[in-house]
């Protein structure tokens, strides 16, 4: 027993050894572009290279300075990601019900043809979207990028939820039943409590997707709606000679949301699930 | 519960409209115009039959975006994978704040791609870069941004794609790996088997259809890069990063060679569907050891 005790041992701290080593290595560029945003920049010219520049907020205000619609820009990316994603996670949490406590032929064809589709890459589809989109005059509106946002997503949301919603017992909704509860209080006051944490977890998945989407917006839009993405690439075509500093603040902003949204619901988040045979 | 036909009505309409409106229908109608001359601003539309996909297909750029894309995904899917799974194996055991770990370590993907393609920018070229400095504590003279040489492109572009979502496959993997019953590592464990056996008796198996759907995501998903290398290359130099995705972009929207871009598009989403034939085709048969 000694033996395996100390293997055991052994085993945490090359684990522990192994961790830290990939958090290094993950994070350094992100390191590097959060001390740029503070004006911390390496000097390659002496040797050995050492850094410069004192720490300043500056360059957080020259990103309003450089692209003077940045903070309107944040606020509809937030507003759109966030209403994509609960549009999507609506319409896919009810169609996943829908299909959990269904039989029919071809029924894990079709849920399996559901992951192939969250695989389509954007550019599969985006070149007669943005046509129709235009003809439908929901183009460059708000309502366009995020219908077409929480569209693109829900393939995906609709996988993960069929997983969760599969696994759960169905007693305390036939008890429901038998009490006389319809469809929606079923759903509201039973299989939602139940899944909640799934629901939560897809939803911030969903966000963190639609925050980060490029081609969509892009396709959709043409300067009265932009995004985040859609201004860093514009900015970045167009102004090449952009300043690394106000580049980095820009960059260290759009990471802030999500990463607060992942900080505050990392619990949740673990509850994210891809696979209908695993987890509880 | 069982469904009654207005019940199932009222699930399943809501998807179908967003999906129908905003996914299906667009597609199938782009389906449609690329067997014809169509462009939004043409005046003037008649059949074309294959003509469009042929002269995609006779053009050498879009054969060196296919053999581009083939190198990628070939590269880029297993590192995904085995650097993922190697992650979230590490992470397997409790250890003192492992959810903070898991964060730190998901935060590569909540970069959005587009921030990533700046960002390596700034890491790879220039006064500040990250290169520079490595080589300036070697004593090296500075050097040259690995972007711009038309033989490590290519490579260079797999390794940011890496590091961006090595994370989201452990981020996916561990709740897998989390519910493997205790008692089959607890076997092994006390067998002495090694942990390659471990990983290979215990994990992989139990892992499997999970495995197979993080596979079709980042297969799926590889063969449409587009982001990074609109911002970072712009497909250079040259056409050594020349995507099938950013030939489709550049088509349509660059230089308005409508049908090329959206028959170009319709190959990547075919060759999509083909990777999904065979997914679904190895999923619903059980694992064979």
Redesign the interface.
Known sequence: MRTLRARRRRDAIIRILLLTAALVAFLLPLTWTVLASFGSLPDNSTRPPSWKGPITFDHFREVGIAEPSFWQELATSTAAAACAAALAVLCSFLAAFGLARSRFAGKSLLTEGFLVLASLPAMAYVIPLSDLMRRAHLADTFAGVVLTEAAVMTPLAVYVLHGALRQLSTEWEEAAVLDGAGLFRVLGEVVLPLTAPAVAATAIVLFVLAWNLLLVPLVLTSGEIKTVPVAMMDFFTFERELDWPTAAAALVISLVPVAILGGVFHRVLERFSLDARVGA | ???THR??F???A???V??S???V???L??LF?TFSTYS?FSTSIHFAGLSNYLAVIRDPQFGVAIRNIAVFVAFAVPLELVIGF??AY??R?P?RGR?????????????????N???????LV?????L??AS??L?QA?VASPIGDARLALPTIVAIEV?RE??FVA??L???LL?VPKELWEHA?LDGAS?IRQVYDVALP??R??LL??T??L???S?????VV??LTGGGPGSATVTP?FY??DQ??GVNN?PA??AS??L??AA??G??VV??RL??RPASR
């Open positions: 519960m069982r469904l019940d199932r009222v699930l399943f809501p998807l179908a967003l999906l409106g905003w996914l229908l667009p597609a109608l782009g115009a939004p190697g992650l590490l992470l055991r250890i959810g903070l770990w898991r964060l730190l370590l998901l935060l590569p993907w909540l970069v959005s791609p587009i921030a393609g700046v960002m390596w920018h700034f890491l220039g006064a500040n870069s990250i520079d400095f300036g504590w004593g500075s590091w090595a994370p981020f996916l561990l709740p897998g519910s464990t942990w139990s892992l259809p999970l759907a993080i079709m995501l297969v799926g998903l063969l449409g890069t587009l982001d609109l911002i995705a489709s972009y349509a929207f409508w871009g959206a598009a319709w990547i989403a999509v569907f990777v999904g997914y679904i999923v619903r």
